[in-house]
């Protein structure tokens, strides 16, 4: 795979068909676009070409009171492409100078001159340039100024992508994630380094794992236990349960992710921690003293492994 991060030095794509889009979670909605991509390709003898943004537009121009969450970090959008069949994927620095191209120059000086591309696969609600003056028509104008191909998605796989990314980020924010998986096709999962805490969890017997969320725009699921397959600095396949919310038993006053790893006793302050999270288990709530607590979390651990060992 190859991220290409400078747009002024990219290679000399060989019949490059290409699409732009976000690609934010890389689901069953994308895999359709990602699937004619592929098959567009393979008609010419050509590469499928990924051109996507970083920071996400939406990032860069919503007001920051109302942040988009991002299904994947940057990295991990770019390892999901791959496994579809991408093997090129154009990064593009969306920044001011950037988001003031007009729309003739954003396909002339970007789209043409840097990609040189026979064919261009896109929407019809597609909008590019300054004030998203551009659309699928210009596109198609320009495309016999330029010699290029233009391949329209259809409406309703547009649809399914709008759909599908809404209803994906809406079930997560409530601990659905039965849902989220059946519209992404895999299982959701986030990472974070292991820091330091009060170590509450290992006076009743269940040590975890804090966990800090680096990309402030990853979305992360809502308050709840649920079990989860851990590995460690991408590396092992553990099992486990983890509980996010504010630890209202202990009078918690912040939201935390902590994560008690199966039958693992190591120190791993520092370390990456990849979380997969597999099925809920409850919703957090409040216990009457750490007693109860510890017996609710025997009852967890006991059907977080009869499901892990199970699926």
Sequence with gaps: MHVYRNINNLPAFENAVVTVGSFDGVHLGHRKILQQLISEAEKIHGEPVVITFYPHPKQFLQNLTNPLLSLNTASEKYAILHKAGIDDIVEVPFDEAFSKLTADEYIKSFLVDKLHPHTIITGYDHRFGNNREGDYHLLETASVKYGYQLIEIPA????????????????????????????????????????????LGRTIGYPTANLHIQDEH?????NAVYAVEVKI?????????MNIGVRPTVDGSHRMIEVNIFDFDKEIYGDMLTVTLKKWLRNEQKFSGLDALKQQLAIDKERAEFYLVSV
């Design 233 to 241: 600095n991408n590396e092992g396949n553990y099992k486990g349960m």
């Design 156 to 199: 309703h796989i547009l649809k399914d992508i709008n759909i599908s990314s809404t209803k994906i980020r809406e079930a997560l924010l409530k601990a659905d994630i039965e849902t989220a998986s059946a519209y992404l096709g895999y299982d959701y999962f986030f990472s974070g380094i292991v820091v330091e805490s009060n170590k």
């Design 218 to 222: 990853k979305l992360i699921p809502g």
